[in-house]
């Protein structure tokens, strides 16, 4: 199986729940989610995910200064974020118990 096709499905409920814990920049974020295991994570999905749930008022930006280079862009939660993070984290436990009971039955499935 492959994880990218996986791991583009959930993505956005990845992202929020990253940003979730507290804001961050894309490059962070991307780092946070590398290392909660989503090592196959793309530059460029963390960058437009991030871009396309600001759009969408999941998220809010601001830029701050940088020590190392240019500004930063840094996105926080809205209450739209938070509800949609609430409404994936619902959704992903029931189709991963779901998943799961099949992964581990063995059940025969028949046509």
């Known amino acids: 199986m492959d ?15 990253v940003v979730a814990e507290r804001d961050g920049y894309g490059y962070d974020v991307l780092r946070r989610l590398r290392a909660a295991g989503l090592t196959d994570v793309g530059d460029a999905s963390v960058y437009g995910t991030l871009r396309r749930l600001y759009r969408a008022g999941a998220l809010t930006s601001y830029v701050e200064p940088s020590d190392e ?19 994936a984290r619902s959704v ?8 799961t009971n099949l992964l581990e039955s063995n059940v025969e499935v028949t046509a």
């Open 69 to 87: 280079g240019p500004h930063r862009r840094y996105y926080g939660m809205t209450e739209r974020g938070r509800a949609q993070l609430a409404e």
């Open 3 to 17: 994880a990218s096709q996986l791991l583009r499905g959930a993505l956005d409920a990845a992202v929020l729940a």
């Open 92 to 99: 992903w436990g029931d189709f991963s118990r779901a998943l």
